[in-house]
């Protein structure tokens, strides 16, 4: 056939026409932002033209992502040769930018935040702790966190089991429900309330009026066992003095003696089911369940006696 190296010819143009025109392109963009964890080739070049064949190819990692809210500077060269042993780029035409700066998006965790957190934290757990205002004084700023985009959550935990003189939360942040970091904010709570304070100088041994104490607002995280109401303390005794201004705690004060030295008392002696009485002569103040001298007055004795009331003493034989 006279033709036929022109046929040979034209078919070759065209077989090389058709794969000309099937060969994948990646054009490499100066820039790209990434939300996940790994940067596939997609994410940082233009594939074309459109089909499976360039999705799979996009769809290759090519290095990690940077932390959420940086970025990074990769060269096409490393990307490229990261890819060298895929047979999915063997014929692949390579073109576009030789430098890529990569930024992975993110929520960046403030400061602000953290101590809303806190105090919410605090509003919800308001049963478990005492009436009153309740606040949390940070000792220097809260941890910031950039984390991932993506739906947040997170669990506060203080540094006590009880909340109330807690130094410190620790907050564990999850997206999507992996963990994404923690914020540690460490600080003063404060619980401050109404408590009973001494209005004067009270003195061991004086007795404790409504017009010697007040109520007054102060922060009852570091007050041992306060008082609530005046009415729990009008009558009780001062057992170590407490200054003007400070609030009075259960360590501040006694019962009163209900026998004071020189009453008149009733002797009850016991054993078993049998009982007598008789007088005596309390010889020291005595509150209720304490033990003190009384002069028996039928034998003058001195013995040891109970305090178990007003006026009454009793003593086992």
């Not at 006590?160 to 620790?170: A, D, K, N, R, V």
């Not at 942040?173 to 460490?186: C, E, L, N, W």
């Not at 259960?250 to 089911?273: L, R």
């Amino acid at each position: 056939m006279k033709n036929s190296p022109l046929i040979f010819i034209t078919a070759a143009l065209l077989t090389f026409a058709i794969n000309a025109e099937a060969q994948i392109s990646v054009n490499f963009q100066a820039k790209a932002n990434v939300n996940a964890a790994k940067v596939l080739l997609a994410d940082i070049a233009v594939i074309e033209p459109a089909g499976n064949e360039a999705y799979t190819i996009g769809q290759l990692p090519v290095t990690t992502a940077p932390a959420p809210g940086t970025g990074k500077e990769l060269t096409t060269v490393t990307v490229i040769a990261s890819l060298r042993y895929r047979p999915e780029v063997a014929n692949v035409d390579w073109q576009g930018s030789e430098t890529i700066t990569v930024y992975r998006k993110g929520n960046r965790i403030t400061q602000e935040q953290v101590q809303k957190i806190i105090a919410d934290y605090l509003k919800e757990n308001s049963e478990k702790l005492p009436k009153g205002e309740i606040r949390f004084s940070p000792g220097h700023p809260a941890d910031e966190l950039n984390v991932p985009t993506g739906t947040l959550s997170w669990k506060v935990k203080p540094s006590l089991p009880e909340i109330l003189g807690s130094s410190s939360f620790s907050i564990s942040f999850a997206v999507d429900g992996k963990p994404a970091g923690t914020s540690i904010a460490r600080g003063k709570l404060e619980s401050f309330a109404n408590v009973v304070t001494a209005e004067v100088n009270l003195h061991k041994g004086e007795l404790i009026t409504k017009d010697n104490i007040v109520l007054k607002q102060q922060n009852i995280c570091v007050i041992d066992k306060p008082f609530m109401a005046k009415e729990q303390l009008i009558g009780m005794q001062i057992a170590r003095n407490v200054n003007a201004g400070k609030a009075i705690e259960q360590k501040h004060i006694v019962s009163p003696p209900i026998i004071k030295d020189g009453d008149q008392v009733k002797i009850i002696a016991q054993k078993g089911e049998l009982q007598i009485s008789t007088s005596g002569t309390a010889k020291a103040n005595g509150r209720l369940g304490e033990t003190i001298r009384v002069k028996n007055a039928s034998s003058s004795k001195l013995i040891f006696c109970r305090v178990d009331g007003p006026g009454i003493v009793s003593v086992e034989f």
